[in-house]
């Protein structure tokens, strides 16, 4: 890359506080323009899904991408995350101004940011990876994955020595993606149907409903239809 100081660093946060300043509008075109906001949209909504600890001012890396310039977010220490601290029941929106969830009252300036302009694509992101990536079957996998290599015994020869049972974490880890699950979807899960302003119709016309404030959002893989329930010829 092409640094020879924290300039751009220091343009981004700037540029990022004057989006604030200007209201949520700006916030979107801002997140839009300088950063990866497909990857942006999975990192703040598989952090707040393990509910997190301590990623209000640290435990998080921001790079910028050499290709096109955009930023991206990497988190880093997650030793208190999935349950160890809060549990599952914890707010989906954490790191926001104010949550009543956010550790001693901090806030995450960034994820504050996405989680006001951008909320009903987080809550979509949320929802999908809730029941994908984030299904508990999924981690169950990926926990017994990681603990059938873990050798306990070596670990409790080290100086620090072990700090938990590992039969114990992988059981609390499962539960809580199971109980995680089950809230998101209470939470996001439900339909919400709206075909538009009232129309008159005459027999014989074409009737075109606008679903775009229906949620979720309409898609190939989401089609909505309507029936007004009469029978017969019609």
């Excluded at 981004?12 to 989006?19: P, Q, R, S, V």
């Excluded at 949520?24 to 950063?35: G, P, Q, T």
Aim: glycine share 6%; charged share 20%.
């Amino acid at each position: 890359h092409g640094w020879a100081d924290y300039g751009e660093f220091s343009r981004m946060i700037e540029d990022l506080n004057a989006a604030r300043r200007a209201g949520n509008d700006a916030i979107r075109n801002f997140l839009a323009e300088r950063f990866d906001l497909d990857l942006l949209l999975s990192y703040v909504a598989i952090m707040n899904w393990s509910v997190p600890f301590d990623d209000m001012f640290q435990n998080h890396f921001l790079y910028q991408r050499l290709g096109d310039g955009k930023w991206i977010v990497f988190p880093w220490d997650l030793d208190q995350n999935f349950g160890e601290w809060k549990q599952a029941a914890a707010s989906l929106y954490m790191g926001e101004q104010n949550d009543p969830d956010n550790r001693s009252g901090w806030w995450n300036y960034l994820k504050d940011a996405v989680l006001k302009a951008y909320r009903p694509e987080f809550e979509d992101r949320l929802l999908v990876l809730n029941n994908t990536v984030l299904h508990p079957d999924n981690v169950a996998r990926l926990v017994d994955e990681v603990t059938a290599v873990a050798n306990p015994a070596e670990a409790a020869r080290s100086p620090a020595g072990i700090a938990c049972s590992f039969p114990g974490r992988l059981a609390s880890f499962k539960t809580f993606a199971l109980q995680r699950f089950s809230l998101v979807n209470s939470k996001l899960a439900g339909v919400s149907l709206d075909a538009g302003a009232p129309q008159t119709v005459y027999a014989g016309s074409t009737v075109q409903f606008d679903a775009r404030s229906s949620k979720p959002e309409p898609s190939p893989d989401v089609p909505y239809a309507w029936d007004n329930g009469m029978t017969g010829n019609y």
